[in-house]
Nanobody, 123 residues
Framework: VQLVESGGGLVQAGGSLRLSCVVSGRTSSNYVMAWFRQAPGKERDFVAAINWSGSISTSARPVKGRFTISRDNAKNTVYLQMNSLKPEDTAVYYC?????????????????WGQGTQVTVSS
C-alpha cells in the first residue's frame, strides 16, 4: 500500500486547509485510515481516523469540532478538512493505514505511512 499526501501549506490563524491522501496498491483491503501529525521535537500524535466504509470516525480532543476526516473509496482518497486553524496546529501531517480496526491511536499500530505534508499556521 502506498500513501501520498498533498494539500499542506502556509495559512493564517483562523484559516482552513484540506489535506488529501491518495491510496494505491491493495486498495481493496478494509483499511482504517488515519491522520497523524508531528511538530518539531515532539512525538507523532494521532489526529483522526475513519473506518473503511466512512461511516464511523474518531478524532483527538485538540481538534474536535475543527477537523473532519472523510474518505471517498471510489477515488481511493482520504481527506482531512481543517478549519479554525491555530498556530499550535503547525506540524508535518501524515496519512496512515492499518488493518487493526478503528480505535487505535498509537503510531505503532499503523502499518503504512505517507511521506508527510507540512502545515504551517501563522499568528
Amino acid at each position: 500500500v502506498q500513501l501520498v499526501e498533498s494539500g499542506g501549506g502556509l495559512v493564517q490563524a483562523g484559516g482552513s486547509l484540506r489535506l488529501s491522501c491518495v491510496v494505491s496498491g491493495r486498495t481493496s483491503s478494509n483499511y482504517v485510515m488515519a491522520w497523524f501529525r508531528q511538530a518539531p521535537g515532539k512525538e507523532r500524535d494521532f489526529v483522526a481516523a475513519i473506518n473503511w466504509s466512512g461511516s464511523i470516525s474518531t478524532s483527538a480532543r485538540p481538534v474536535k469540532g475543527r477537523f473532519t476526516i472523510s474518505r471517498d473509496n471510489a477515488k481511493n482518497t482520504v481527506y482531512l478538512q481543517m478549519n479554525s486553524l491555530k498556530p499550535e496546529d503547525t506540524a508535518v501531517y501524515y496519512c496512515a493505514a492499518t488493518q487493526n480496526g478503528l480505535g487505535y491511536t498509537s503510531f505503532n499500530d499503523y502499518d503504512y505511512w505517507g511521506q508527510g505534508t507540512q502545515v504551517t499556521v501563522s499568528s
